[in-house]
């Protein structure tokens, strides 16, 4: 079975600092591992997926994520955070034959002026 | 040119009722799926279809019916609303996980369902 945890349901930051949002993910198998925003009122878009070729992901927006196997780890983050950031981050994980991805609770990016 | 199209976006109907949302891809998956993300915007995988096929279906009471005429459609009807059925559905489909390809999942834009 998969599962994936995000710790912090909100994360704050000032314009310009570091975005670190953190994910941990479980699954027997090698898994996929994925990262979703979701502005207001819309759905979910892809910001970028672990593939197995590399373990640092680069994705849409300037975010990126490591893969971690020894960490059980795939956290996201972004050098530089812009207004625009400011979204629900959601983790994912899903396996061949699994028929789903599973999703973490999401995190709430803040982004303060 | 939309991935994922569901319709209706906005629903709200009194308690008791019965209501349908319609959702189909043009993306020419195979797997098709709804979700249910509740005001705390937790997402939770309802029923997961294959090729017209049921293939999950994640304890949802039997007043949830999904129904896929063909691989990109995939119904949901709801019998007898209750107050707790108001969320958002989310439909979904993807390519079949079983071909190997790491294949993530494309989102419609949601049906924003209330239950008066």
């Known amino acids: 079975a998969q599962s994936v945890t995000q710790l912090g349901s909100h994360v704050s930051v000032s314009e310009g600092a570091l975005v670190l949002l953190r994910c941990n993910y479980s699954?027997?198998?090698?898994?996929?591992l994925f990262w979703y925003v979701q502005y207001p009122n819309q759905g979910l878009q892809l910001l970028l997926k672990?593939?197995?070729?590399?373990?640092l992901v680069k994705g849409i927006n300037g975010f990126e994520a490591e893969f971690k196997k020894s960490e059980t780890s795939f956290h996201l983050t972004k050098p530089s955070a812009h207004m625009s950031d400011a979204a629900e981050y959601f983790c994912?994980?899903?396996?061949?034959?699994?028929?789903?991805?599973?999703f973490g609770a999401g995190t709430r990016l803040f982004v303060k002026a | 040119d939309t991935a994922v199209s569901q319709t209706p976006k906005y629903l709200v109907t009194q308690m008791g009722n019965d209501k349908s949302i319609k959702c189909e891809q043009n993306?020419?998956?195979?797997?098709m799926y709804w979700y249910k993300q509740d005001s705390k915007k937790f997402l939770k995988i309802m029923f997961s279809?294959?090729?017209?096929?049921?293939?999950i279906n994640e304890t949802v009471p039997n007043r949830f019916s999904p129904k896929s005429p063909d691989k990109a459609h995939l119904n949901l009807h709801i019998n007898s609303l209750e107050l707790g059925d108001s969320a958002v559905y989310f439909c979904?489909?993807?390519?079949?996980?079983?071909?190997?390809?790491?294949?993530?999942?494309?989102f419609g834009q949601g049906t924003r369902l209330t239950v008066v």
């Open positions: 979904a489909s993807s390519q079949d996980l079983r071909s190997g390809f790491n294949t993530e999942a494309f």
């Open positions: 699954s027997s198998v090698p898994p996929y």
């Open positions: 672990y593939t197995s070729a590399a373990t």
């Open positions: 994912a994980v899903s396996t061949t034959g699994g028929f789903k991805t599973i």
């Open positions: 993306l020419g998956h195979d797997t």
């Open positions: 279809y294959n090729n017209k096929e049921l293939i």
